[in-house]
């Protein structure tokens, strides 16, 4: 069996973290979300995959050349849509093949369910149907997919995962491959629908943390850094080389944090928090159920909760983000949502600054005591 992942998009609905990195490359416990797909395609046997890539290909390609797996890459030229890319991978098909997308998670008893069909989509029950393909299903056979529905007539989604044989690509006449779902279900074609084990994406910026969240429960403690005896460790801790752990830091686990960093001293980290690399934590911070990407600094006396921040942000002393529900536009929606805050890359803050419920695009700078709330767009000052 082959396998197909698509990694061609940008994956706009997670601006501004994907304006310089496609999605499937976003960070999750410190690694890329990529990974965990590739990884739990080998553990199924399955070795002949196909990336597509698109946007920012060279990131993406750069990546996978550094891993120990025998990849093969195809181009989408232009981002045209799902069927548009898994034509671009058409030239490496010569056997029943699986597709998924580059940028979910998806356990490997997951894949071992679907790999086993021929022409079935592996589905999940999702609390906000709306934001996915519905799926219709009667006796275990799909019936109707509805894209993106307004109104769910029911919570089972596509995860965008599906088993082929190699007929499909004669369905594919459109940019998207529930249209060619579709057209096999017209066509008198059974589809199976096949339960996901474990399975979860990331819509929007704030899902990552979820998403991180899940990710953190499968780390094996590992020490490769210095860390002062005072330190208190709990739970599942991984610190990378040359990282320093001052004295009387206190990390609950999961926690991961990566190569070259300096933490504290007196500092807390709590669970359910991915540290990238050279990042600086100065002394009396308290981060909790957050994902700091690489080469960022954060002030002492900062408060960072249920916070995602982009690589090179520069937080000074006093900084704090307020987790608060309150309703945040998206593209054409407003819906509800609950989080600290959204940084972009490079978004420097003055002391005393506090991030409530906020999405801070790339480049954004903020005076000092100043409260930013809601969408900051790139490059805004807030005097």
Request: charged fraction near 20%; glycine fraction near 8%; hydrophobic fraction near 40%.
């Amino acid at each position: 069996m082959q396998a197909v992942i698509l990694a061609a998009g940008e994956g706009s609905r997670l601006r501004p973290l994907t304006r310089s990195k496609p999605k499937a490359m976003l960070p999750v416990a410190n690694r890329p979300i990529i990974d965990y797909v590739i990884e739990a395609l080998l553990e199924n046997g399955i070795r002949d995959i196909v990336v597509v890539v698109g946007y920012r290909k060279e990131d993406v390609i750069r990546h996978l050349n550094k891993l120990d797996a025998p990849i093969q890459v195809a181009v989408q030229e232009r981002q045209l849509g799902t069927a548009d890319a898994l034509r671009a991978a058409q030239a490496e098909i010569t056997d029943d093949f699986l597709v998924l997308p580059g940028d979910n998670y998806i356990n490997a008893e997951s894949i071992a369910r679907i790999k086993e069909e021929r022409n079935a989509v592996l589905v999940a029950e999702h609390p906000n149907p709306s934001n996915f393909g519905v799926v219709v299903i009667r006796n275990g056979i799909v019936r109707e997919i509805i894209e993106k529905p307004e109104d769910a007539p029911t919570f089972t989604v596509s995860t965008g995962i599906y088993s082929f044989t190699p007929d499909v690509f004669s369905y594919l006449q459109t940019n998207e491959i529930p249209d060619a779902l579709s057209a096999m279900i017209a066509s008198g074609r059974r589809i199976r629908a096949i339960p996901a084990d474990d399975w979860q994406d990331a819509v929007y910026p704030w899902d990552l943390l979820k998403l991180n969240s899940r990710m953190l429960r499968g780390i094996k403690p590992e020490i490769a850094g210095t860390v002062d005896a005072s330190v208190i460790r709990r739970g599942a801790v991984r610190i990378g080389a040359g990282t320093t752990i001052g004295p009387n830091t206190v990390i609950y686990g999961p926690v991961t944090i990566g190569s070259n960093c300096n933490i504290g001293p007196n500092t807390v980290i709590m669970p359910d928090t991915s540290i990238g690399d050279r990042v600086v934590l100065e002394p009396f911070t308290y981060v909790a159920d957050s994902l700091i990407m690489n080469d960022v600094t954060i002030g002492s006396h900062s408060r960072i909760v249920s916070a995602v921040f982009g690589q090179g942000c520069i937080l000074a002393d006093h900084t704090t983000t307020y987790p608060s529900a309150s309703f945040i536009e998206v593209g054409d929606r407003v819906q509800k949502e609950e989080f600290g805050a959204v940084l972009g890359e490079g978004v420097r803050a003055a002391p005393f600054t506090t991030f409530k419920n906020c999405i801070a695009g790339n480049n954004v700078t903020v005076g000092e005591q100043k409260t930013v709330v809601g969408v900051i767009e790139d490059g805004t000052r807030v005097m």
